[in-house]
């Protein structure tokens, strides 16, 4: 972070050095995205959640930045889980563009790591989605979040794991807990043989997130 803000002083000097230089329109607007982003890294870093850790490879480049989630409750609990970061030229007008790079089942996030988050929409019509006044920290803090509060089963982007979660969530309220103990063993056994929706996170964690 410092060495970009560094970098950018020193532009300042040139500029001022160069009156009669004129910057392309995209050249001002990556100019504006820096300078947000040397303060909002600085916001971020000082209000991480304990659960996140990121990491910028190249400390001129705060637009690229990888971000680790491991989650402490709840069904992903001991999974390590990668997301990457790119932040366009156009921020903080558009948001930034995130994909999980950990294989995940996770109803907000497909397997090949498309998101469903609400403030990563650039239109939305409830208006949950990204405004100007969003920063990065909102961003990380809204992706650590995708793993216990903003988990929702309810309008899910993988359809096929928001389904199997209610497959079982219903066939356990519909067990006849009080029927035959020969109905209630072959039921047990039945279940035996079903991966539920916990058990295939487990192994998804154990498998690509560790």
């Known amino acids: 972070m410092l060495t970009l803000a560094s970098k950018l002083k020193r532009d300042d000097g040139l500029k001022g050095s160069r009156a009669s230089a004129t910057a392309s329109d995209s050249t001002r607007r990556v100019s504006v995205r820096d300078r947000l982003l040397v303060k909002e890294v600085a916001e971020l870093e000082a209000n991480l959640p304990c659960t996140c850790k990121v990491y910028f490879p190249d400390p001129n480049k705060l637009h690229c930045f990888q971000l680790t989630v491991t989650p402490d409750e709840g069904y992903y609990q001991g999974g390590k889980f990668q997301f990457e970061t790119e932040v366009p030229d156009a921020y903080n007008m558009v948001p930034p563009k995130v994909k999980c790079l950990t294989r995940i089942w996770h109803p907000n996030i497909t397997e090949t790591g498309e998101i469903c988050l ?58 006849p807990w009080c029927g035959s103990t020969v109905l209630f063993s072959t039921i047990l056994l039945w279940l035996g043989t079903q991966e539920d929706f916990r058990n295939k996170v487990e192994d998804y964690i154990k498998r690509y997130a560790r």
């Open 118 to 175: 609400s403030l990563l929409r650039e239109h939305s019509i409830d208006g949950t989605g990204w405004a100007p006044t969003r920063t990065l920290k909102d961003v990380v803090w809204g992706l650590n979040s995708l793993f216990t509060d903003l988990l929702n089963f309810d309008d899910p982007l993988n359809i096929e794991a928001a389904e199997h979660h209610l497959r079982d969530k219903e066939l356990w309220k519909n067990i």
